[in-house]
Structure formats: C-alpha cells, structure tokens
C-alpha cells in the first residue's frame, strides 16, 4: 500500500517561496499519476497541479500557471511542488494524491502553506 507523507509548508510573506515534498513510503510512485490539491478555509478542494505517470507532462490550474511547478525525482518516490511569487490567496492546506489506473487513490494528511505579511 502506497503512504504519502507531505512537508514543506510554513509561513511565507506574499512573493515569497516555498518547495512542498510528498515523499511516497510502502512503494514508489512508478505507474501513478501524481497532483497537488489545495483546500482553503470555507472552500471546496481544488487541483492546482499534475503530473503524469510517465513524468512527462503536467498540468497546472490557470491560477498557478507561470508560478508553481511540479516534478518527481528519478526514483520516482518523491514529487516536488515549487511555489514561487506566493500570494496571499495561496493560502491552504495542500494535499498530494497518487492514482494508479483510477482503481488506486491515496492521499497524504496535507501541509498548511500560510501567505501572510
């Protein structure tokens, strides 16, 4: 069974940045399509970034596009969420789910990203 685990989150000043990590434990992410999701108080979660199983392409929610970027390492258990020019409206916990052949879905216990002067 596939374990997320991410981290990374914090407190950030608007423009600033931030790398989130979800780092996969009980197996790698060979063959699953990875995204990030985030969650803000009050609102529906909502995708923000993926990656395919093959780690060739991505996607990005029109509001992050230019500022965030997704990747995975080479050994395909931990996938990176760079998140740069940060704005307040950023602000949410952000959750990593993997899915294998839409059979598969797991999710991590989020990371709180705070955007804040």
């Known amino acids: 069974q596939l374990r997320l685990v991410e981290s990374g989150g914090g407190l950030v000043q608007p423009g600033g940045s931030l790398r989130l990590s979800c780092k996969a434990s009980?197996?790698?992410?060979?063959?699953?399509?990875i995204g990030w999701f985030r969650q803000a108080p009050g609102k529906e979660r909502e995708g923000v970034a993926c990656?395919?199983?093959?780690?060739?392409?991505?996607n990005y929610t029109t509001s992050v596009k230019g500022r965030f970027t997704i990747s995975e390492d080479n050994a395909k258990t931990t996938v990176y969420l760079q998140m740069n020019r940060l704005k307040p409206e950023d602000t949410a916990v952000y959750y990593c789910?993997?899915?294998?052949?839409?059979?598969?879905?797991?999710w991590g216990q989020g990371t709180q990203v705070t955007v804040s002067s």
């Open positions: 990656i395919n199983s093959r780690g060739q392409r991505t």
């Open positions: 789910n993997a899915v294998l052949a839409s059979v598969y879905d797991y």
């Open positions: 009980g197996s790698a992410f060979e063959g699953y399509s």
